[in-house]
């Protein structure tokens, strides 16, 4: 491993627009249980599928029914 490195030529990371974020959230258990299920048929990690599907909510523009 060098002492120093020279990132005088370095550029801005093109990538950080697909970071994510890690947060909080609360859900109910029935969600939790019903995501981890559906991960396991998929082999996906469940928070995975959770984002997953608010991004579809987003692209599709769904908004929150009130009952």
Request: net charge negative; with cysteine.
């Amino acid at each position: 491993m060098r002492d120093e490195y020279d990132f005088s030529e370095s550029r801005p990371n093109p990538y950080v627009h697909t970071e994510k974020r890690p947060v909080t959230i609360r859900l109910d258990v029935p969600v939790i249980e019903y995501f981890k299920a559906m991960a396991a048929e998929t082999g996906m990690p469940y928070q995975s599928l959770i984002n997953l599907y608010l991004n579809q909510c987003m692209a599709e523009g769904k908004r929150v029914a009130f009952a």
